[in-house]
């Protein structure tokens, strides 16, 4: 069991009885447990045994399509018929789309109620339930409509990660790499030459990446500067997820950023930060636990079309998180287009 002390809340690591703790201290007027089919199926029945009141059950379909505004209405409507009142709780039980469209949820209705994020995938647990950012995604675009709000806790099982398939682990451990490349060059060594992904011991891992996250989010909670290093890897990431997110074949989000991770990597070489070899280095250990999928980064003019709608932008200038070396970051690059297109090249050329 491990804690980590936030400002406004604590996240705790396999330890039901705090969670046990922060609940009955809430004392809330009614439950809700938002959950997918998944959640529902590998996880709620684990949650309840743990709650001693009558909980109200809200289930919404699983997959980034359905993280928008009009579940949003279902889940305000649900809210609503079943009696909620300012002084309700919502836990959100799952992966990213849960904690991110349950806590927008939550933030939004009668100008807010308290909720609790329960992360079950492992990209959530090391990334979406830290920091306090809720928000849904607005005509394709990731995550345009939210706002930054803490929940009154998070509760991280490690054990709910057994429930996942590998693609699943493999998404939410692009998170970790990301970490390790901003802001500690050991995790990243270390992580970047693991096999077996599937079968590492987690609550450490998990535990050293959140602190990562914890530490950046708290110096600027509302991401005017150094929180934006968080951001490296998903310009570039979010714009091949929007593109493909409606195709016959759509990739995860961490799938997404590991392509991103080496395309901006190739960026961060080109503006002199990183040497060539730790630009191989970083492409090559990503190819080789994700595999090289050179049709995702076209039509190039396309990608950069979306990444103009970036949130991190200038002026109509795309701004970009990369590295000053592994293991440090910087913030608001501006980046030209042509630089942009040679990123891709780099990606897809044959390893």
């Known amino acids: 069991m491990k804690n980590i002390l936030c400002k406004n809340y604590e996240i705790h690591i396999n330890d039901w009885s705090a969670f046990q703790q922060v609940y009955k201290k809430i004392a809330p007027s009614t439950t809700f447990i938002l959950v997918d089919e998944n959640t ?3 996880c709620l029945l684990h949650l309840l045994e743990y709650i001693e009141d009558t909980v109200q059950i809200i289930r919404i379909p699983s997959g980034e399509q359905n993280k928008n505004l009009t579940t949003c209405q279902v889940v305000w409507t649900k809210l609503m018929q079943n009696g909620a009142d300012r002084h309700s709780l919502i836990i959100n039980l799952g992966g990213g789309v849960i904690g991110d469209l349950g806590g927008f949820c939550a933030a939004t209705y009668m100008r807010g109620i308290r909720f609790i994020q329960m992360p079950t995938t492992l990209l959530s647990q090391v990334d979406a339930s830290v920091g ?11 995550n345009m409509v939210g706002l930054i709000k803490d929940p009154d806790g998070v509760f991280i099982f490690t054990d709910f990660l057994l429930t996942l398939p590998g693609d699943q682990m493999r998404s939410g ?15 990243w060594e270390t992580l970047s030459k693991n096999t077996g992904i599937e079968s590492l011991e987690y ?6 990446s959140v602190l990562i996250k914890k530490n950046v989010t708290e110096q600027d909670p ?9 951001n490296f890897g998903h310009t570039i990431g979010h714009a091949v997820e929007s593109y493909w997110m409606d195709s016959r074949t759509p990739l995860l989000h961490g799938e997404a950023v590991a392509i991103g991770l080496v395309s901006e990597a190739f960026l961060s070489y080109r503006i002199g930060k990183i040497t060539e070899n730790e630009l191989f280095d970083i492409r090559n250990s990503i190819l080789r636990l994700y595999g090289h999928h050179p049709k995702f980064v076209k039509p190039a003019e396309e990608l950069i079309q979306i990444m103009g709608h970036d949130k991190k932008n200038h002026h109509g200038s795309i701004r970009f998180a990369l590295l000053d070396s592994v293991g440090h970051a910087c913030y608001d690059v501006h980046v030209e287009n042509g630089a942009i297109e040679e990123s891709f090249l780099f990606y897809k050329e044959k390893i």
């Open 173 to 187: 451990y692009a998170e970790l790499l990301k970490h390790g490349l901003i802001a500690d060059k050991n995790v």
């Open 203 to 208: 609550e450490n891992l998990v535990y050293e």
């Open 222 to 230: 509302n991401e005017k500067g150094l929180r934006k290093i968080l």
């Open 40 to 42: 529902e199926k590998y």
């Open 132 to 142: 306090g950012k809720l928000g849904v995604d607005l005509l394709g675009f990731k």
